[in-house]
């Protein structure tokens, strides 16, 4: 275990020396119920091996971590029947990433429910103002989806 990992709250419920209530576990990742649940269900899914965030992992790990979110999404939905779910994943401390083990959080949600909107109210949100800015960024991006040309 590297320095980072010894730190690391996940690699220690990982470990099964942290406090945790697991739901489902594979070879590759592991289900809990945070300490702090937003929500009844609230369960975070994580590799078993530590990366920071999701940009860190190979395709192969983020293969497997979303085949692991998909299997207990869908056993969430069909014991809890919630009227919906956020399925979140934040990478770096200004997208509120508080554990730098890559983690995604299914949330059941209701109405009402304690968790509120996580989208500004609406016109509170960013604007397009420069359509030429967009089209600009939107070329530049998927240029960079492209990668670069093999001829």
Known sequence: ???????????????????????????????????????????????????????????AGVQRLFHAVTVVGRALRAVLEPDGMNVINSAGAVASQSVFHTHVHLVPRRPGDAMGPIWPPQGGGFRDQDDAAAAALAARLSAAVRGPRRD
């Open 1 to 59: 275990m590297d320095a980072r990992e010894q730190a690391c709250a996940f690699c220690e419920i990982v470990a099964g020396t942290g406090r945790a209530r697991v739901v489902y576990e594979d070879a590759h990742t592991l289900a809990f119920f945070p300490l702090a649940p937003a929500t009844l269900g609230h369960t975070l899914v994580v590799p078993r091996a530590h990366t920071a965030d999701l940009w860190e992992m190979d395709e």
